[in-house]
């Protein structure tokens, strides 16, 4: 699902401002009721009413590659101030430079959010997505059942939006299986969800609370890449490989 809206009222203005995006892997018996949770998802979206909603349904011709779902931890943070503090110490550790650090903040703090992420080449800090306005989408990938609802329980009982963590920890343990991978970062560009993340195959997936204010519209994600990575091969990968989380 992608629901946008116009930058302006013009109607020579072909700008679209992105409000919401989801994807998932599921069975066709659950078609409809996923169409239905999309479709409100991007009706009542807290960044503002879509006024075009696009909805994509694929069949998939390969079976779906098993990845093995990343660790969660909620680390303590109360500002956006010691959450960018503990993003740059975590990137410091893994050997990428602070010159560096600072592009991937800049994305992630820019006004212009894009659909997709950002790829940031870990040794030159250039960005590497062939587009940077709308960057680079992950998409086919899904969760077990099982491990859906064992983990659904888990997220309840801990009081977070289980379905908003949920959706995260699947992409980003796709994004982070992949070799060419260091880490990622996202910060949610909802103005009322506040937690962010910082994912990697070394330190799982730690979770970030109040990266920033309730009511600010920035947030983005940025993977941070391998200096010698094919790009084009990565990012076949991340939009087109299919895979599912399970134990
Ligand atoms: N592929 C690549 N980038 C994406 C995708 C995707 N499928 N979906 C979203 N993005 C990028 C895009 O730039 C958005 O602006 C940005 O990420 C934020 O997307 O454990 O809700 O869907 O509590 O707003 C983190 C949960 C939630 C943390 C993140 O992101 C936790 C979230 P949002
Ligand atoms: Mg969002």
């Known amino acids: 699902m992608r629901a946008s809206k116009k930058e302006s009222e013009r109607l020579e203005d072909t700008h679209e401002i992105h409000i919401s995006g989801a994807e998932g892997l599921y069975d066709e018996k659950e078609i409809l009721r996923i169409l239905r949770q999309f479709t409100k998802r991007a009706l009542i979206h807290p960044r503002g009413k879509p006024d075009k909603i696009v909805l994509t349904i694929e069949r998939l011709r390969e079976k779906p590659k098993k ?44 006004k212009k959010t894009m659909r997709g992420a950002s790829l940031i080449d870990a040794k030159t800090g250039k960005r590497l997505e062939p587009d940077r306005e709308r960057g680079v989408r992950v998409s086919r990938l899904g969760i077990e059942k099982s491990l859906e609802e064992s983990l659904v329980k888990k997220l309840s009982k801990m009081k977070v939006h289980a379905q908003t963590v949920k959706e995260a920890l699947t992409l980003a343990s796709k994004v982070s299986s992949h070799p060419d991978v260091i880490a990622e970062i996202c910060i949610s560009d909802d103005p009322d969800y506040t937690t962010g993340y910082i994912a990697s195959k070394k330190f799982g997936y730690l979770r970030i609370p109040n990266i920033k204010r309730h009511g600010e519209n920035h947030g983005g994600r940025v993977f941070i890449i391998k200096e010698d990575a094919d790009i084009k091969k990565l990012i076949e990968f991340l939009e087109k490989k299919p895979t599912i989380i399970s134990i």
């Open 67 to 110: 990845i093995k779902p990343l660790p969660i931890i909620t680390l303590h943070c109360d500002s956006p101030d010691r959450a960018f503090k503990i993003v740059s110490e975590k990137l410091l550790e893994m050997g990428v430079t602070k010159r560096v650090i600072e592009n991937v903040f800049n994305v992630l703090l820019s």
